[in-house]
């Protein structure tokens, strides 16, 4: 464990990353997502810090996307055992806001969520994780059909 440490240590500091990028802002998660787009998806193109800042970009988007799309099965199995409309209505409502379909190409949803970064940077000092994203984006444009 000890050895992990000072090897995670080397390998972060050599990077010089800033501290800002380990927050989930949206802000600061655009800043590590938009060159990854600019290098075209393109590991080989970006420099060292950049290709750590896509990675953690990458993974972060994916890591949302895969917990909004198992909400969305979850909510499904629920739904159609609800036996009143009041827990219909409240499943749907969950779902519009934090659940989503399966996301196919991980590269679009990179685009989707810079675009939508740059259209909403009022959320920036937002949470990634939290309802604004979730809500405005992934629930839109990935719609979970219960």
Excluded: H
């Amino acid at each position: 464990m000890k050895y992990l440490l000072i090897i995670l240590s080397i390998f972060f500091f050599n990077f010089n990353l800033k501290a800002d990028i380990w927050t989930l802002e949206i802000g600061s998660l655009y800043s590590q997502c938009k060159p990854y787009q600019k290098a075209n998806f393109d590991f080989e193109k970006l420099s060292k810090p950049n290709q750590v800042k896509a990675m953690l970009c990458k993974t972060t988007l994916i890591g949302i996307a895969n917990t909004g799309y198992n909400l969305c099965q979850s909510l499904r199995w629920y739904y159609k055992s609800a036996d009143n409309d009041k827990t219909k209505k409240a499943l749907t409502g969950l779902s519009s806001w934090y659940a989503n379909e399966l996301v196919r190409n991980q590269n679009e949803l990179i685009i989707g969520f810079n675009q939508w970064a740059e259209n909403n940077q009022n959320f920036w000092k937002k949470y990634i994780t939290g309802i604004a994203f979730k809500r405005d984006f992934m629930a839109k444009k990935y719609y979970c059909d219960l």
